[in-house]
Nanobody, 119 residues
Framework: QVQLVESGGGLVQAGGSLRLSCAAS????????LAWFRQAPGKDREFVAH????????DIAASVRGRFTISRDNTRSTMTLQMNSLTPEDTAVYYC????????????WGQGTQVTVSS
């Protein structure tokens, strides 16, 4: 069973930075793909970025590209989302998610961490 635990959320002023972390545990084959999603109040859940655990290949949503960076530390089974130049539109609950390679949907989810950006 895969467990995902996010940390690092909080309150920051516009233009500031935050770093989110996701600690993964369980069979690594079950979390070949790790991702960040976010959900703002009254909005649908939105893809932010994903990374391949073994290959390190990444994809980042256009809305955050150039401001957010995703990375992973295989030795610590941790994925990180570095968020720079934050705007109030980035305010949301950020979720870590995982799936095995080839799976169509993300099946493992963390509990979420709140990010609030004040103007």
């Amino acid at each position: 069973q895969v467990q995902l635990v996010e940390s690092g959320g909080g309150l920051v002023q516009a233009g500031g930075s935050l770093r989110l972390s996701c600690a993964a545990s369980g069979p690594t084959v079950s979390y070949e793909m790790l991702a960040w999603f976010r959900q703002a109040p009254g909005k649908d859940r939105e893809f932010v970025a994903h990374i391949s655990w073994n290959r390190g290949s990444v994809d980042i949503a256009a809305s955050v590209r150039g401001r957010f960076t995703i990375s992973r530390d295989n030795t610590r089974s941790t994925m990180t989302l570095q968020m720079n130049s934050l705007t109030p539109e980035d305010t949301a609950v950020y979720y870590c998610a995982a799936k095995s390679l080839g799976a169509r949907q993300y099946v493992y989810w963390g509990q979420g961490t709140q990010v609030t950006v004040s103007s």
